[in-house]
């Protein structure tokens, strides 16, 4: 059939456009638009978009077989994104939407001004890195044809824009990358530099960050490889940790200046000793067996509360082994997590040695930094605190 002809004006005012799946939608939608036998042009369009301004100018082509032909510039000022998920976006963007009836394509480029982490939850280095890099989009429905097939390249610029704040770590940085990929699956292709002074802890010991890489090079899946190296002070040593690797197979390597055997390193991190001092007034001659137990003790103990993690389905299994006064294994506090709901988080923690040591949490995330604390114990006792992260 043939395409309709057409021929005057059209103007909108006060529409809304919603697209499914995201949580921001274009407000108070006003436009002008000139219809002609061959071509739909927009000559002006805006709305309000994420707190923001969207604009919008472009043709679309009727005539024959280049119907569905169009281009259709879009730009936004003041954006504040709260996508994806647990992420909050302050952002200006150029953008254009075209297609040549058989492809479709979103390109452009965005600056970030601040790109900010705001879910704040008690977990892993690991965990933390994943839950940032590799969300999960919203579920798609196969016949959405539009999120499906529209391609993506957009190049995002964001110096000192990156912002991480949560139990775990506290780190500026850079963002450098283009997203490919199409709107339903967006992939990220280049670098994330992390800034020098921020912190991250790992196993209950903070350390700083001395430099910090993320890499991006996977065109299929948000698979970034990791390259950081911090610094920690225990005693009168400086210890250097790195942890490399991508994020689903991470490595580390510790060392310590004065230089110490790794065994000894080891010890300093699990115990706050090394073999050349004394251990629950023993000598140092045995700690090398006993460091080597502690360490072995905590990979395995790390390694089984990762697969009953997988198993059951929890978001966090923590076995953390404790040691008498002479740094003999005795006995291991438990640790359980799992999230209820986007905003409510329980955890259990046990250890089988002492009956006054089970305590219940329950965390509530009413906003990005405002958190409602209740913790209880087995002897009848309740606590609530209020907690309140703010950023200077």
Not at 13 to 35: M, S, T, W
Not at 329 to 354: C, E, H, M, Q
Request: aromatic fraction near 8%; hydrophobic fraction near 40%; charge should be negative.
């Amino acid at each position: 059939a043939s395409a309709p002809r057409l021929d005057g004006q059209a103007s909108v005012a006060g529409g809304q456009v919603i697209v499914a799946g995201f949580p921001h939608a274009a407000e108070r939608v006003e436009g002008l638009f000139f219809l002609y036998p061959d071509q739909i042009v927009v000559d002006s369009s805006s709305a309000v978009f994420a707190r923001g301004r969207l604009s919008a100018e472009g043709t679309m082509l009727l005539e024959g077989d280049l119907a569905g032909q169009y281009e259709l510039r879009l730009r936004g000022t003041d954006l504040d994104l709260r996508y994806p998920e647990d992420w909050r976006i302050l952002a200006d963007g150029r953008l254009t939407l075209s297609s040549d009836g058989r492809e479709r394509l979103l390109s452009g480029t965005v600056e970030v001004e601040r790109a900010s982490y705001v879910r704040d939850f008690d977990i892993g280095l690991t965990q933390l890195l994943r839950a940032m890099f590799e969300r999960r989009p919203e579920v798609v429905d196969e016949t959405d044809e539009f999120l499906l097939e529209t391609r993506l390249n957009i190049n995002v610029q964001g110096p000192d824009a990156l912002q991480v704040r949560t139990d775990v770590a506290v780190l500026n940085g850079d963002l450098d990358f283009t997203v490919r990929g199409s709107l339903a699956r967006p992939v990220l292709l280049g670098d994330v530099r992390l800034d020098r002074g921020g912190t991250i802890e790992l196993t209950g010991t903070r350390y700083t960050l001395e430099r910090g890489n993320l890499i991006f090079s996977n065109p299929f899946r948000n698979d970034p490889s990791v390259d950081l190296v911090a610094t920690s002070t225990l005693r009168e040593y400086e210890v250097n940790l790195n942890v490399f690797g991508p994020v689903d197979d991470l490595q580390t390597s510790v060392s310590s200046s004065p230089p110490l055997p790794s065994l000894d390193v080891l010890s300093l991190l699990t115990t706050g000793t090394t073999d050349a001092l004394d251990i629950g007034g023993r000598s140092g001659a045995t700690s090398d067996d006993s460091s080597a137990e502690e360490f072995l003790a905590a990979q395995a103990a790390s390694l089984a509360g990762r697969r009953v993690g997988e198993l059951f389905g929890l978001d966090q299994v923590q076995v953390t082994p404790l040691t008498s006064g002479t740094s003999e294994l005795s006995t291991a506090r438990f640790t359980v997590g799992k999230r209820i709901s986007r905003d409510l988080y329980l955890t259990y923690s046990n250890d089988p040695s002492r009956s006054d040591k089970e305590i219940v949490e329950l965390r509530w995330q009413l906003y990005p930094s405002i958190a409602v604390l209740l913790t209880g114990t087995d002897n009848d006792t309740y606590a609530v605190d209020l907690r309140w992260n703010k950023s200077f």
